[in-house]
């Protein structure tokens, strides 16, 4: 049981460029989520799932897609990288959306040149 | 909106001695969780505790307790018998139960407190 997983751990992008932050959980929950850490300001949500093929936008959506086409994979999607988007993600799940603790994955550090 | 307020950005503590940690939210739900993560330099996000609101009963594990105040939206993490391996980034959070609102079963971070283990 691995848990939650991200990849990659460090990535560098130059401003315009994408990519997609992949994280996948081995433990059958359905919901999922993607929130991003800066200094000084805790972590806020970005996107977030509550199953396969539905999802909605958390607190800080722009500039980010994701999608969920399976229970165990979601991934993050840049469109075009931004400074601003200088940040360390992490990837949540759990059984519930309500009632259920999220456990997290180790977290990728990106910076965007 | 939820908000979460922690309002130190550093304590220290000396090994085996006790320290508290603050945070204090705000919320219009009835019924909701509260956590406590610890971030240490390896960056993961571990649980430390959770509670409740309709619980009156403090949440307890091993070394780490609560002191839950809901009227007063106070949430405080106390450490006993400090370890060496307890320095860390601590964070409070609050998580949304309701379904009927955006960015359902968002958790809502404090700012964190870094806490500083004296040998």
């Known amino acids: 049981n691995a848990g939650v997983t991200q990849t990659p751990k460090f990535q560098v992008l130059k401003t315009g460029q994408s990519m997609t932050l992949q994280c996948a959980q081995d433990?059958?929950?359905?919901?999922m989520s993607w929130y991003r850490q800066d200094p000084g300001m805790g972590l806020r949500l970005i996107h977030y799932s509550v199953g396969a093929g539905i999802t909605d936008q958390g607190e800080v959506p722009n500039g980010y897609n994701v999608s969920r086409s399976t229970t165990e994979d979601f991934p993050l999607r840049l469109l075009s990288a931004a400074p601003s988007q200088t940040s360390v993600y992490f990837c949540?799940?759990?059984?519930?959306?309500?009632?259920?603790?999220?456990?997290f994955g180790p977290g990728t550090r990106l910076t965007v040149l | 909106a939820q908000t979460v307020t922690q309002s130190q950005p550093e304590m220290s503590v000396q090994e085996a001695e006790t320290v508290t940690l603050s945070c204090t939210y705000d919320t219009s739900e009835s019924d909701y969780y509260l956590f406590w993560y610890k971030q240490p330099p390896s960056r993961q996000m571990i649980l430390v505790i959770r509670?409740?609101?309709?619980?009156?009963q403090n949440a307890t594990e091993n070394r780490f307790s609560v002191n839950f105040q809901k009227a007063a939206k106070s949430f405080s993490l106390k450490i006993s018998d400090s370890q060496l391996g307890d320095a860390a980034m601590y964070f409070c959070a609050h998580r949304q139960t309701d379904a009927g609102g955006t960015s359902y079963g968002k958790l809502t971070f404090g700012q964190g407190t870094i806490l500083t283990v004296h040998p």
């Open positions: 433990m059958n929950h359905e919901y």
């Open positions: 509670q409740e609101a309709y619980k009156q």
């Open positions: 949540a799940s759990s059984y519930s959306p309500s009632t259920d603790t999220q456990y």
